[in-house]
């Protein structure tokens, strides 16, 4: 199985990501979770993250605290979108696993240094900062990481929480920028594929019916989704965005894209944290990510719900 860490702000859809991480364990052994500020403050991600490994019955599973804030920016967070808790929908219990020791950055930097070379992999699912830096404090370790797949950015789709740019990338654009010229192997998730992993009424439906506390946490958590999104974007159901990156590690034929080069802005107040995604292919620069455009829906359900059974 592939060796992961899931860096984290959990946010449903990143709870749905680390379910199916956690319930694929021929596919994926996840080393540990590290928890960002993002969707809601830290003291919320680290606490659903726990929230959720109790409910996959891996209290196991180490959980750290890291970064409470972007590198050079103030916080911005989406209630709007998880509700206040980050996690609405279902009921939620205090967890009782413990934190574990530590900074979630040094857990990052260990953990590539003590494995061997090329067999941890990154999977980010919130803004950037634990990731950069972990990268600013120990250059080292980049040359040392297998893949990042990571959920941020957009093209065609362009922006979700301003019209030039993705939640993810504008959360913390430094920390982006820094990951992007890393020169680690990248894949991303951007909108253009997670805007086609809808959870319509029968996919929900199919979550219920699994008649398990997991089955049901996923369907209460994508109905809250779902209403937010219905309303305003009158889509068919709610985006499951960060769901792609696992299930990627899983079936990467499911997903297809281009290899090239991307950039972020950090300049222009206008379009702050927009992903500039050289498609086209019309300048020279470099290829740095490989950068998925679309997904086969089907059989990313299919996966997702047969998996979810198990737990
Ligand atoms: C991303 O932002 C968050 O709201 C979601 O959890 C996802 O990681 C989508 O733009
Ligand atoms: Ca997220």
């Given at each position: 199985?592939r060796?992961?860490i899931?860096?984290?702000?959990?946010?449903?859809?990143?709870?749905v990501a680390?379910?199916?991480?956690?319930?694929?364990?021929?596919?994926?052994?996840?080393?540990?979770?590290?928890?960002?500020?993002?969707?809601?403050?830290?003291?919320?991600?680290?606490?659903?993250?726990?929230?959720?490994?109790?409910?996959?019955?891996?209290?196991?599973?180490?959980?750290?605290?890291?970064?409470?804030?972007?590198?050079?920016?103030?916080?911005?967070?989406?209630?709007?979108?998880?509700?206040?808790?980050?996690?609405?929908?279902?009921?939620?219990?205090?967890?009782?696993?413990p934190?574990?020791?530590?900074?979630?950055?040094d857990?990052?930097?260990d953990?590539?240094?003590?494995?061997?070379?090329?067999?941890?992999?990154?999977?980010?699912?919130?803004?950037?900062?634990?990731?950069?830096k972990?990268?600013?404090?120990?250059?080292?370790?980049?040359?040392?990481?297998?893949?990042?797949?990571?959920?941020?950015?957009?093209?065609?789709?362009v922006?979700?929480?301003?019209?030039?740019?993705?939640?993810?990338?504008?959360?913390?654009?430094?920390?982006?920028?820094?990951?992007?010229?890393?020169?680690?192997?990248?894949?991303?998730?951007?909108?253009?594929?997670?805007?086609?992993?809808?959870?319509?009424?029968?996919?929900?439906?199919?979550?219920?019916?699994?008649?398990?506390?997991?089955?049901?946490?996923?369907?209460?958590?994508?109905?809250?989704?779902?209403?937010?999104?219905?309303?305003?974007?009158?889509?068919?159901?709610?985006?499951?965005h960060?769901?792609?990156?696992?299930?990627?590690?899983?079936?990467?034929?499911?997903?297809?894209?281009?290899?090239?080069?991307?950039?972020?802005?950090?300049?222009?107040?206008?379009?702050?944290?927009?992903?500039?995604?050289?498609?086209?292919?019309?300048?020279?620069?470099?290829?740095?990510?490989?950068?998925?455009?679309?997904?086969?829906?089907v059989?990313?359900?299919d996966?997702?719900?047969?998996?979810?059974?198990?737990l």
């Amino acid at each position: 199985a592939r060796k992961i860490i899931i860096d984290t702000d959990p946010g449903q859809d990143d709870a749905v990501a680390i379910l199916l991480a956690l319930a694929s364990p021929d596919e994926i052994d996840v080393l540990g979770i590290t928890a960002v500020a993002g969707n809601v403050p830290l003291a919320l991600t680290q606490k659903n993250a726990r929230i959720v490994c109790e409910w996959a019955a891996r209290p196991d599973v180490p959980v750290f605290a890291g970064c409470s804030a972007p590198l050079r920016r103030t916080l911005t967070t989406a209630e709007h979108v998880h509700g206040k808790t980050g996690l609405d929908g279902p009921e939620l219990a205090e967890p009782t696993m413990p934190l574990a020791p530590g900074h979630a950055v040094d857990f990052i930097i260990d953990t590539l240094r003590t494995h061997p070379a090329n067999t941890v992999t990154l999977c980010p699912l919130g803004p950037l900062t634990n990731i950069a830096k972990a990268f600013e404090q120990a250059p080292d370790i980049i040359s040392r990481i297998q893949e990042i797949v990571l959920m941020g950015g957009a093209y065609f789709e362009v922006g979700n929480i301003t019209p030039a740019a993705e939640f993810n990338i504008y959360v913390d654009p430094e920390a982006a920028d820094i990951v992007f010229k890393s020169r680690a192997p990248i894949t991303v998730m951007p909108l253009d594929v997670t805007h086609k992993v809808l959870v319509t009424k029968p996919r929900n439906d199919a979550f219920r019916a699994l008649g398990t506390r997991v089955g049901r946490a996923v369907a209460d958590m994508t109905d809250f989704f779902e209403r937010f999104d219905k309303a305003k974007y009158g889509s068919d159901g709610a985006p499951l965005h960060d769901p792609c990156v696992t299930a990627y590690l899983i079936r990467p034929d499911l997903f297809s894209g281009r290899h090239i080069n991307v950039e972020i802005e950090t300049g222009s107040e206008l379009t702050l944290g927009m992903t500039v995604a050289d498609w086209w292919g019309v300048t020279d620069r470099p290829a740095n990510a490989m950068f998925m455009g679309s997904v086969d829906d089907v059989g990313f359900f299919d996966l997702l719900t047969e998996r979810l059974a198990c737990l």
